[in-house]
């Protein structure tokens, strides 16, 4: 490695090198993700050195390592000197009626504005972002507001980026005419001459200068002042990360209600109000692009005669949608075109197949599937267009497509693409998605776990952590691949994804959408006429129903299971569709069925030694027992599982043990309770908030702290069961809709504070 090398050019080939991820080398070394990424792509100043210290040793390299005093070298060689500069054609700044929102980046440009006001510190910020998201609007905003501010002068330079970009020398020209210097004193002037004055003149001076639409970093370099009490707004597509000593403001989409608020002012308020839900539906079908939302207003302005909602139908349609967002010689996709245009063959092939992501984000992972490459060329490619403003980076790493960008994407696709390539990029990603799901899963069923070491992955799954994690943040995109799966017939797939699946849901039972996962799987089950499968898909149907109150169907669903178990001659499905059975049983209300149910679901399990399904049966008799009365026989069969779990040759062991676990020490502060012996119900509620805390399981630590709450109201001590119920509270929707009113109606109860 040479130390002429950019610093984040180093640093990336040295994590490569290494094979850690960028949440992995934040780990090691303390520096966030966030930042790792910024200096990778050049997006930030090269750190201090303490910093490059702590990366290196995250990276592993020792004090003699020629790899570390590279990185280092390379650190000290892109320490930043001060900037020189570039410009070009000259109007005043034209006012902005209309002008809504962005107040957040109005007060950045406002406290911008002070400091160079104050002077002596480089004043010059680079306003980014895709097409149409109001780059310019919001520098013009910003040169009007500011007027006090900058007594000696605002301008603005249209550098024509992406459409004929203005030469730098004709531009500087220009700007030195428009702050008064000479034709006869700019004669005298070279190149280097005229940049210099230029730097001189902004930095005595209080000036505004808006650069609007930069190319690229050298087209402005050479108008940027050193110092002084001017400031200088850049805008530009690109992030302009080559350049050093500036701050820099991205945009993207407007809120909801500032979109709103756009087209309420271009509309008339009454007209507007009158159809305020479509309204509503413009700015989201508009993706809230502020280039958009105002082709879409000034179309109604001009057809006065049509109504909001007959606008909202034409842009329904995702075909036509690009071509309706036009008026007059504005048009949306022209914005994008320009853009386009300039990428290089393998970006426009990616942002082509980044239209077929199902998800509202992405990885790299995603770009690699789709393209058949690696995740580092895939990354390097996806980079390409972040600097081009096609595609957005967020702080968390992921990457996002605008909603009209990606129609443009999927036109460029369908014209673009050699015939059966959308196709099967399409099957590359959704392959990838529901295998990763499969390896994913396993981690949590019993006999599976890790990944075999023939497994070759585009994402790192070397823990159960990092499973759940995938799962969790790609599960819209995994679960579109699995409806299309289901749609397309690929039954084993399906079958095999949520056969996968069947641990892992304890984790995030209040996800929402697993009645539908396994509904899909039992018609493919069927349709594979295969019992078995038709019973486990079932009977975790039913699961999933009870855990959305919908408990009468699950006792439905569960007798289906038992139907196909018996066909199938498997007892432990056939002692897991009663198991089910009595839990929806129990709470319908029909206790001693539950209980009898469960009973025969033991007998059942015994005889097959599954102590996995044992394990539950025994939960569930157990908290039938309770709701019978039978207090003390109830808390016996919670203790008979615990004293199970405790033995140590237990055959049940790591995240089933744990979550059977927790639920039983909850279930014994519960039989506790209804005893009235509240200390030890809050003693094992306190238990099973630990233990459900250490493993993640929100519904289950959310529960107990209302329970405990209640106990502690028992025993008369109020404010830590105001915290414990403050606690579950802010679980929000991952916990039972029945405890979040419990816990605000103990919580209204106690005295005020």
């Given amino acids: 490695m040479s130390g ?11 994590r490569q090198q290494t094979r850690l991820t960028m949440e992995e080398l934040a780990e090691a070394s303390g520096v966030s993700v966030r930042a790792i990424g910024d200096m990778e792509r050049g997006r930030s100043r090269v750190p201090q050195r303490r910093t490059v210290v702590a990366l290196a040793e995250g990276l592993g390299l020792g004090l003699a390592d020629a790899e570390r005093e590279a ?35 109005l007060a950045l440009l406002r406290g911008a504005a002070e400091r160079a006001r104050a002077g002596g510190e480089v004043s010059v910020w680079v306003v980014s972002g895709p097409p149409g998201c109001g780059k310019t609007t919001l520098a013009l905003k910003a040169a009007a507001d500011l007027a006090e501010e900058f007594p000696d002068g605002r301008f ?20 030195l005419k428009a702050l008064g210097v000479s034709d006869r004193r700019l004669a005298h002037e070279d190149p280097q001459g005229r940049a210099g004055l230029l730097r001189a003149l902004l930095g005595d001076r209080r000036c505004l200068v808006v650069l609007d639409n930069a190319r690229d970093e050298g087209q402005v370099r050479a108008l940027l002042p050193a110092g002084g009490r001017s400031l200088v707004l850049v805008t530009s597509r690109r992030p302009l990360t080559g350049l050093e000593d500036v701050d820099r403001l991205a945009l993207s989409e407007m809120a909801q209600d500032e979109a709103v608020d756009l087209l309420r002012r271009i509309l008339g308020e009454e007209r507007a109000d009158a159809e305020a839900e479509a309204v509503a539906q413009v700015a989201e079908l508009c993706g809230r692009l502020p280039l958009a939302l105002r082709v879409a207003g000034n179309w109604l302005t001009v057809r006065s005669g049509w109504t909001v909602d007959h606008l909202v139908r034409r842009l329904a349609d995702e075909e036509r949608r690009l ?23 393998q970006a426009a092939r990616m942002l082509r197949l980044l239209s077929l992501v199902p998800g509202p984000d992405m990885t790299a992972a995603y770009g690699a599937a789709l393209t058949a490459t690696g995740v580092f060329e895939a990354e390097d490619v996806m980079e390409e267009l972040v600097e081009a403003g096609l595609l957005q980076a967020t702080f968390t790493g992921r990457y996002q497509l605008h909603d009209l960008l990606r129609l443009f994407a999927r036109a460029r696709l369908s014209r673009e693409e050699e015939p059966g390539e959308p196709e099967a990029a399409d099957d590359r990603l959704r392959t990838w998605l529901l295998e990763t799901a499969v390896v994913a899963g396993r981690w949590y069923k019993p006999k599976y776990g890790a990944p075999p070491s023939s497994w070759q992955g585009l994402v790192p799954l070397e823990s159960a952590e990092q499973a759940r994690a995938w799962l969790q943040s790609e599960a819209p995109s995994w679960l579109a691949a699995l409806r299309v799966a289901a749609h397309r017939g690929e039954h084993t797939q399906v079958v095999e994804t949520t056969y996968a699946m069947e641990w892992f849901c304890d984790l995030w039972v209040h996800w929402g959408h697993w009645p539908e996962v396994f509904r899909l799987a039992g018609e493919a089950a069927t349709a594979l006429d295969d019992p078995y499968m038709q019973a486990f898909h079932l009977n975790m149907y039913s699961w999933s129903l009870s855990c959305e109150s919908r408990y009468g169907e699950a006792v439905e669903r569960a007798r289906e299971g038992l139907d196909c178990a018996r066909r199938a001659q498997n007892a432990p499905q056939q002692a897991s569709a009663l198991t089910l059975a009595a839990w929806a049983q129990s709470e319908l209300g029909e206790v001693q069925e539950a209980a009898d149910t469960s009973l025969a679901a033991i007998g059942l399990y015994e005889e097959t030694d599954d102590r996995e399904g044992w394990l539950g049966a025994m939960f569930t008799h157990g908290t039938s027992l309770g709701l019978l009365g039978r207090g003390e026989e109830a808390l016996i069969q919670h203790q008979r599982i615990i004293t199970f779990l405790d033995a140590p040759d237990c055959p049940v062991s790591g995240h089933l043990a744990d979550i059977y676990r927790a639920n039983t020490t909850r279930a014994l502060g519960r039989g506790y309770a209804v005893l009235g012996r509240w200390r030890e119900a809050a003693d094992h509620y306190r238990d099973a908030v630990a233990q459900s805390t250490r ?16 106990a502690l109201i028992e025993l008369g001590e109020a404010e830590e069961a105001r915290t414990c119920l403050r606690q579950a509270l802010a679980f929000g929707d991952a916990i039972d809709n029945k405890d979040l009113k419990t816990a605000r109606k103990l919580l209204d109860s106690l005295p005020a504070e």
Avoid: C, M, N, W
Avoid at 73 to 81: D, K, L, N, S
Avoid at 165 to 172: I, N, R, S
């Fill in 695 to 710: 493993i993640d399981i929100p519904h289950i630590e959310g529960s107990t702290l209302v329970h405990l709450g209640e």
């Fill in 71 to 105: 990185l280092l070298a390379a650190a000290r060689g892109a320490r930043p000197t001060r900037a020189v500069a570039v410009a070009g054609t000259v109007v005043p700044p034209r006012s902005v009626g209309d002008f809504t929102g962005r107040e957040p980046e």
């Fill in 323 to 345: 071509g309706a967002l036009a008026a007059g010689d504005v048009r949306v996709e022209a914005a994008f075109e320009l853009s386009y245009r300039q990428l290089t063959g």
């Fill in 4 to 14: 002429e090398r950019p610093f984040g050019a180093v640093l990336r080939g040295l």
């Fill in 156 to 175: 603005v330079v249209d550098l024509h980026g992406v459409d004929g970009p203005v030469d730098t020398g004709e531009a500087l020209l220009k700007l």
